[in-house]
């Protein structure tokens, strides 16, 4: 079974500082992608990075930069320079190249502190 | 270059009465996704359409729930004879046909379903 754990509630950031939230997930396949989506009060799901198992390099989009460590099966996500929009609860998932659907983790809440 | 869109983005029903939520996917993708997503949870995957088959639908309840993806038109997510255990954002999303585009899913803004 390929699950995925975000083990942090709830993470609390001051304005401009950074923030790391934790992703492990279980699975026993060697090809496959990895999401983390921001889902803000509207309510709608908005992907923020994308990262293929295959590539060693971490994925960096502006502010958002993920640390992937494939043999522990860790995807952590780095939000440099928080803002206040950052504000949001951010889910890990994880997607096979074979199947069909992604699994989520349960999510973590993050503040963003003026 | 419109995005995933669902409608209602909010649904009231009372207890016995059909939902039917709607889902037209991004502008030249064919595969379409539904989840559900209930109260501080994360999403949790239903079914899997192509235009006019049903992939995967290992997610679906058994009983009251159906979708289809006509040739023409949006995807429809059909839960018959509501009950309050429904209640729940669904979430449609959508990706391209091709390796390189299949991977990534991009979201709908979600229907809000309340059962009374």
């Known amino acids: 079974a390929q699950t995925v754990t975000q083990s942090q509630p709830e993470m609390s950031v001051q304005e401009a500082e950074t923030v790391t939230l934790s992703c492990t997930y279980d699975?026993?396949?060697?090809?496959?992608?990895l999401f983390w989506y921001k889902q803000p009060p509207s309510r709608q799901m908005i992907l923020v990075i994308r990262q293929e198992a295959y590539k060693q390099q971490n994925a960096t989009e502006n502010r958002f930069s993920v640390n992937f460590q494939k043999a522990a099966k860790s995807f952590s996500l780095k939000i440099s320079d928080s803002q206040l929009g950052d504000a949001a609860m951010y889910f890990c998932?994880?997607?096979?190249?074979?199947?069909?659907?992604?699994?989520f983790g349960a999510g973590t809440r993050l503040t963003v502190k003026p | 270059n419109a995005g995933v869109m669902q409608n209602p983005r909010h649904l009231v029903r009372r207890r016995g009465q059909e939902a039917r939520l709607r889902c037209s996917p991004m502008?030249?993708?064919?595969?379409v996704y539904w989840y559900r997503q209930l109260p501080e949870e994360g999403l949790k995957f239903m079914v899997y359409?192509?235009?006019?088959?049903?992939?995967?639908e290992s997610g679906m309840p058994k009983e009251r729930f159906s979708a289809e993806f006509p040739k023409e038109g949006p995807s429809i997510l059909r839960i018959q004879q509501v009950v309050r255990g429904d209640s729940a954002a669904y979430f449609c999303a959508s990706s391209g046909p091709a390796r390189g585009t299949q991977e990534t899913q991009y979201f709908g803004p979600g229907t809000r379903l309340l059962v009374l």
């Open positions: 502008k030249g993708h064919s595969h």
């Open positions: 699975t026993s396949e060697s090809d496959y992608y």
């Open positions: 998932a994880y997607r096979t190249h074979n199947n069909n659907d992604m699994r």
């Open positions: 359409l192509q235009k006019e088959n049903i992939i995967d």
